[in-house]
């Protein structure tokens, strides 16, 4: 999909050091009994420390099921490329956020075509309005006239895949 591409900047694997210092600090703090790795508890306690939730578990079962099978636990290494991909699918869900609500003028939760007639006359206003009608039908998944989160945020998500 075309007008996803530019939606929003490039994710970067570049972590501000002070973040990275932290990620540490925490990883360090959770490895109960300094063992050099964070067993399944501990990667839990960690991912509340930084994000603020208890993994699921199968969140939980996936990243431990990633990690090399002659360990224990998961390696600071390998915990901090877990952080960062957290770390960037937040930061990205954020900016993704903030567009749909840029477009969502009247804050009712979903856009409308004039909503997205309105947000591309900005953004893009030589582009033909057959081609926003076109669009809008495209992200519209369900025809319902409506444009969800939901549904922005997929569309969003197969632009970035795309790009």
């Known amino acids: 999909m075309f007008f996803a591409k530019g939606g929003t900047r490039s994710r970067t694997s570049e972590v501000d050091p002070s973040e990275h210092k932290k990620w540490v600090k925490v990883f ?3 490895d109960e009994g300094n063992k050099g790795y964070l067993s399944r508890e501990d990667f839990k306690v960690a991912v509340v420390t930084l994000f603020g939730y208890k993994p699921s ?3 939980a079962d996936s990243v431990m099921s990633s990690i090399n099978q002659n360990t224990s636990g998961i ?3 390998d915990f901090l490329n877990v952080v960062r991909k957290k770390k960037e699918a937040q930061l990205y869900w954020s900016e993704v956020r903030h567009i749909f609500t840029a477009f969502d003028r009247h804050y009712r939760g979903f856009l ?3 909503d997205f007639k309105k947000a591309f006359k900005q953004v893009a ?3 033909p309005e057959r081609i926003i009608v076109e669009v809008f039908r ?3 998944q369900d025809s319902d006239g409506h444009v969800s989160f939901k549904d922005f945020e997929y569309a969003m998500k197969c632009g970035q895949n795309e790009a």
């Open 28 to 30: 360090k703090a959770c």
């Open 57 to 59: 578990k199968i969140e």
């Open 75 to 77: 390696l600071l290494g």
């Open 112 to 114: 409308t075509l004039e």
């Open 125 to 127: 206003p030589k582009l």
């Open 138 to 140: 495209e992200v519209d």
